[in-house]
Every structure is written in structure tokens, then in C-alpha cells.
């Protein structure tokens, strides 16, 4: 005998679980679908190469690598962006520029195992590809806005920044070269709080003066015509402050005349985003009333996705929804499902010798558009009742003799308790749609 | 740099084939769910013994097998039937029997690449746990039915047999004990025909006659009242034998009452089914029109799912369908789709200062339930229409100061080439659904 049991950080999800998150994928695609990003798919292993050379050295050392059968050096993927890059690298003809593409599918870290991280987990990936347009900034954030509206999330905040802001105004305080252990630090702040980033910025050799003018910089957030004219002295920092500056007022203009309600998305000068290839726009989305879970989509602008494969620069700006964390946030919110079973009515089979029958009965009820369960036993009906309460049936419909002689069918809902009688399978299933 | 490439036998999905697949994989999960199955997951990764017990020795030598981060022995999941076996032993309690469940997720083997055999690839699994009712087994077929309706393929057959009939008629014939062998053997007929399974059967040791009765056995197939008339002789070989039979009968008394139409199942003893596990009716799926690629939806009833993690009998019976197969046949048939967004209308952007206004009308027609790109730049429309038709749009709307001021809209379809003006969005919107 085997033991029966997962892998430490890796999960099954049962039917309540399934269901949630399957339900989530098909409203997060039909949004996607509706602004014309495409779904791609990529192999979950890949040669380590392809891999090894985009990660950082804490990924690296997370990697599932091994050598497969024919002694090759492979690895499982660990996000969706570098089989991305090797995608668009490889096809770039048979695509055609610009390129909008989503993808949903797992990624593997082996992370060390803590509460709500797993080392397999599913990334919801939007990203729009070949162009420089500030449209398409705008656009990824108006899919994220719909794809948590689809999704019935209403109280989120957009955080935005720019990194053509912070870079030009660590440029103007001649601490340029220091700009990536900048962002790693103040992408802390929100975990180690204002003192500790204050402290770890002169850890890493800034003048006090600099610290407190860095610090001052990302307490700036707001939304609004006020608040662009309070940012707008950092202008004169540098020219790619200013240009910063731009591209977020460009993108307001956009945002503002679509029907989106400007409570979802601010400017925030705090948000860094740990990662090295982003180059423009920024942002992290928090739902506000579980903001301690951090950011449920983040993502942004980069300019040289294919970097590792090819000379060609490659712009494209994009997003991830990390669909097990947002899933986990929405049952914090709404409790966990408990409804096991994608169908609405149990036929409930009271005498073996009309299984026959139960199940053209069901039949009939599936292509009236009901989503049917027929019982594959006769037993008592309590018995069956106890099925459906367990299994999270809405009605129970029992089936004996008396049903089929009389053609009266009954229908017991199971959350009200009621019982309904029906003299034809039609408006019985007119009740239920 | 590095090589943009991927492993030999693993296969990117540009979107022209994701959409297809995803499509395929929405209409087949929809199936499922009206017949009360429900979704499950289970990860990609697991302890390499709960894997390696039930595969063959073959699949064995396939696996991708390594140590992790923390030594353990692993491997990614050859199939999902030993995944669902761990699964019903691990939360027996929590999903409560009987239990329907699907699951479309991929698999890994590490076989020698060749032609349409891919290392990596989705199965699509439903299965009824937990009953030994005849309904059951009646109810997968109907599913299979349903599934390649919604598909919209009409032109199949399933093959039903029954491993009861073959394995008495064994029985009778006193080589009972070679049934695993003569299995295997009679599985490959259709590749090697007939003659060649003799002379293999007569190699591991049966008797020329008891041969000759085998394969006049195996040769019987049909349907309806006169093929039972026909078989019922065999009855009286073995009781084993009269209750494959008469399972056969009873499945066949539940599909004539459904509304299915006859030609799509027959009764063929020569369908045996390689893997070890099954007892009891086993089934293959022919398309018509292409039946050299063979079964693309296969399985039966197996009585003991889960002998290796717990002492407990749990019967079941399910079915297969591989997905990336069943595909590809579709793609022999009607031919590859070249359409690569899933975007109807493409609005073209005819001047970079009209940016937002295209976002607006973009916003406003998916509100009214269109699904529609906006061009992120403003371009020549000659490019534009270029884009489109390489990217397989069926409406182009050309935007322009034009048709903003006088809010007239034009849709050219890029199919026809006829080119219509709308005074209303809405007008534009209910020309399109």
C-alpha cells in the first residue's frame, strides 16, 4: 500500500474549490477575449536555458530542473513573461506585431512551504505586445478594472506609477546608479514600514538629505487634477520625470472618458515593483477590504521583453492576476463554497426498475436546459436527500411510479424546504430557469 | 543569446490553435457539468511511488522522474487516472459517493517523438466512482455522445464490448491464465490484422483450435435484436460470459429509450483495451471520416481504482477523450483555422490625436456586447486593413474626424468586402449578434 498524499506546497482542489476557480477562468477569458487579447498556450517544460538566463538568483535556486530522458537540461516554468519572450522570439512573423495574448496556466516555484504559498500555482497573464502606444498602457488597465468587475469585485484600488519618474529623480539626486536597490527596498514599504526603508537606503551608501528627499518623493498618492499639479514641480528634475509625468497624465486622459469610476485607480510614487524589466508604467491592484493580502494584479510596461533571444527591441506593457491568491481573497471575503456538484436537480431514482426511466426523464430536462443529475441506484429517498444536502443539489426531484403513471413531477428545494408540483417536464423546467 | 526553441515533443498553441482548443475545452466542460460532473484538480507534480505502482513497465520508463529541492523522488503525472485514485483514497469522506468528477488537464511522457505524438498533452477524463449500477456505465456513453454533439461532430461510432464476455470465453477455452497476453494481443488488430494475431496467439502457447475459436470470437460485432440473437450461443460458455452479455443488454435497453441516434454505438468483441485495470464494458470512439487516427475517446468500468492505497473495493467506470488527437482529427476534416484573435471588429484608428475617442467607442460597443480591438496607434489605414486580415477580424471601423463629428460608422466586412454605415452604435451593435 501507497500512502495517499500531495507533494508539501502543492494542492488538489475539490468540486467547491473547482468550481470557483473554473468559473473565475471563463469570466476572466470572455474579458480578455472582448478586447481581442488571444489565448496562447506554451509547453510547462522548457529547456533551463530558456529559463535560468531571465530569472533572478532567488528563482534560480527555486527552479524544478532536472535532466530528462535524453540527458537534456530541463526545467518546469516558473512564470508565463520568459515563455513569453521565447514565444514572441520564435514566431514574431507568423504573429504579426502588435501582439495581444493571454495565458492561463501553472507555474512552479520551489519556494519554502508557508500558509497560502504554494510551490505549483495558476498565473492569469494579459499582455499586449509591439507597441509604444499609451493606449495600450491604458488598456491593460481598464482589463484589469473589467476583469475584477466580471468577476463581481467592486471595492479595488489601482495603484500607478511610472519608472521614467523614480529613475530620472535618482538621476537628479546623482544616486542613478543605485536605481535597482532603490526599487528593492521601497517595493518593501508597505511590509517594513517608512524608518526601516529610511534605514536600508543609507545602508546602502545615500546621504541622509538624499534618504529624506526619497523618502518624501513616494509618499506622494493621489488622484486628479490637484494632485498632478502638486507632482508637477518634480518636472523640472529631469527630463525623464517629466516625461514620467506625461505618459500618466496621457493615461488619465483616456481613463477619464471611459465610463470607469475614477475611485478605482490613483498615482502612487511608492510603487517600485521588484522586478528589473519593467521601464514604464507601473501598477499593483489592492482589494480594499483585504488589503493585507497584497497585490491581487500587478504588472507594467517593459521595453526589451525578447532581450535573451534576439537583438530586436520589443516593447509591450501587460499584467498578471495571481488567480489562486485572488480566489483565496474572495472566500476570506465571501466564505468558502460549499457546493459540490455543478448540477441543479437530482432526479432521485425510487425504485431500480425505473432507472429507464430516470434516466430519459433527465435527458429530456438536459435538452430543455437544466442541468441534471439522475441518481444511479434506486435507494430510499431519504437516503438520496442526504446525497443532495451533501453534494449541494438546489432541488430534488423524486421519480416512482406514481410520477410516471400520473405524469406529475414534484420538485423539493432544498435551501426553502418547499414543494412544487409541475404537470409537464416543460414548466417544470420553466421554473427553474 | 539563447536559442528561442522548444523541447523536441512538446508543442506551442499559437492563438489560432488555443482558440480552437479552448473553445473545445469550454463546449466539453459544459457538457460534463449538465450531467452533474464536477471539476477537480490535482497537481502536475507527486511523490513518484503513487505514480509509478500503477504504470506499466513501459510507462514506467516514461516517466519524468527526478529528485526536488528537498530530495524527494518526484514526477510529473503520466495520466490522470492514478492522480484521481490517489484523490478518491485521500478524501473518500469529504466528497461523499457516488462521486462525478472530470478533469482536462495535461499529462507528460517521455515516449520517442514521432509524427501527431506529443511529450506533453491533454486529457480530458470523466468518471462515475463508486457504483456498480448499470446506469452508470449507460450514462458514460451518453456523455460521449452528447460531448462530440456539442462539438459538432455527428459522424461516429462507439464500440462497446465487455472484458466479463471475453475473459469467460477465455475460461471455457481452459487459457484463462493468458488473458492478460491475449488482451494485449487482440488489442492490436486493427493495426496488424488478423492473421498476425494468431500466429501471436499461437506463440504464447494456445492451441491452433482454441485459436481459430478466438478469433471467430472476436470477429462478431453489431447491434439490435438480431446481433443478441446471434451472440446469445456464447451465453452458455461461462457464467462469467451470460453476465457480460447480459450488461451489454441492459445498457443497450437504456440507450434505445434516450433519444440517441442507434448508428453511433455497436457491439465489437474484438475492442479489448490494453491497460490492466478494467473488468467490466470497455469502449473505443471512431470518427468515420478519419478512423486511421483511431480511438479518440476511450475507456470502461474498473472495479478497483484505488487498490493501492486503501483495502477498500472502489468500482467505477470512465472515459478519456485526448483532446490534442481529437483536435488534430478535426483539423484533418475541416482544415487549421487561420483565425488568430477573438476580436469581431477591429476598430481602425485613423489619427493618433483620435486615440481616446476610439477607446471610448471601443468601451461602449463591448458594452453593447461586441467584442472589439482597438488599433493602439494611429496608422494608414492600408496597414491597418492589413492587420486585420492577418489577424482573421471580420469587421474593420475605420475612425476618422469624420465619423466622429457626423457619427456616421462604417464596418467594412473583410470577408464579402462590402463596406455598411450605421447612424447609431446600437444600430452597428444588432447588425453583429
Chains 1, 2 share one sequence.
Do not use: W
Amino acid at each position: 500500500m501507497v500512502v495517499a498524499r500531495t507533494l508539501s506546497g502543492f494542492k488538489d482542489r475539490l468540486p467547491n474549490e473547482a468550481l470557483i476557480k473554473h468559473d473565475t477562468i471563463e469570466k476572466l477569458s470572455k474579458t480578455f477575449k472582448n478586447f481581442g487579447f488571444a489565448p496562447i498556450e506554451t509547453p510547462h517544460l522548457e529547456y533551463a536555458e530558456i529559463l535560468v538566463k531571465q530569472g533572478s538568483d532567488e528563482i534560480q535556486k527555486e527552479l524544478y530542473r532536472f535532466n530528462d530522458h535524453g540527458d537534456r537540461d530541463v526545467a518546469l516554468r516558473f512564470d508565463q513573461t520568459v515563455p513569453l519572450a521565447r514565444f514572441v522570439s520564435q514566431y514574431r512573423n507568423e504573429l504579426g506585431m502588435p501582439f495581444k495574448r493571454y495565458a492561463i496556466g501553472n507555474v512552479f516555484r520551489g519556494e519554502r512551504a508557508q500558509k497560502g504559498r504554494y510551490r505549483e500555482f495558476t498565473q492569469c497573464d494579459f499582455d499586449f505586445i509591439g507597441t509604444y502606444s499609451i493606449g495600450s498602457d491604458a488598456e491593460i488597465i481598464q482589463v484589469i478594472v473589467e476583469s475584477l468587475y466580471a468577476l463581481g469585485i467592486d471595492d479595488f484600488t489601482i495603484a500607478l506609477n511610472n519608472r521614467k519618474i523614480m529613475n530620472g529623480f535618482a538621476a537628479s539626486l546623482g544616486i542613478a546608479d543605485k536605481i535597482e536597490d532603490i526599487l528593492r527596498i521601497v517595493d518593501k514599504i508597505t511590509k517594513i514600514g517608512e524608518e526601516q526603508v529610511s534605514q536600508e537606503l543609507e545602508e546602502i551608501g545615500i546621504a541622509q538629505e538624499s534618504v529624506a528627499k526619497l523618502i518624501d518623493f513616494i509618499s506622494k498618492n493621489g488622484s486628479g487634477v490637484d494632485f498632478f499639479e502638486e507632482i508637477a514641480p518634480y518636472k523640472a528634475c529631469d527630463a525623464l520625470t517629466k516625461t514620467g509625468i506625461e505618459e500618466l497624465e496621457s493615461i488619465y486622459e483616456i481613463l477619464d472618458l471611459l465610463d470607469i469610476d475614477p475611485k478605482h485607480y490613483k498615482i502612487d510614487f511608492s510603487i517600485a515593483r521588484g522586478l528589473g524589466y519593467y521601464t514604464g508604467v507601473v501598477y499593483e491592484t489592492t482589494l480594499n477590504r483585504i488589503p493585507s493580502i497584497g497585490s491581487v494584479c500587478s504588472g507594467g510596461r517593459y521595453d526589451n521583453l525578447t532581450q535573451n533571444f534576439s537583438k530586436e527591441l520589443m516593447p509591450g506593457v501587460g499584467a498578471s492576476i495571481g488567480l489562486d491568491r485572488l480566489i483565496a481573497a474572495l472566500e476570506e471575503i465571501d466564505g468558502v463554497s460549499s457546493r459540490q456538484t455543478p448540477a441543479k436537480v437530482l432526479i432521485a431514482n425510487l425504485d431500480s426498475n425505473l432507472l429507464k426511466e430516470c434516466y430519459r426523464i433527465g435527458e429530456k430536462l438536459r435538452a430543455l436546459g437544466v442541468a441534471v443529475e439522475v441518481y444511479p441506484e434506486g435507494a430510499k429517498l431519504k437516503k438520496q436527500f442526504s446525497y443532495a444536502n451533501k453534494k449541494g443539489h438546489r432541488y430534488v426531484m423524486p421519480i416512482g411510479e406514481d410520477e410516471l403513471q400520473k405524469e406529475i413531477y414534484s420538485l423539493k428545494d432544498m435551501e426553502s424546504g418547499n414543494q412544487e408540483s409541475f404537470d409537464s417536464l416543460q414548466k417544470l423546467s420553466d421554473s427553474l430557469l
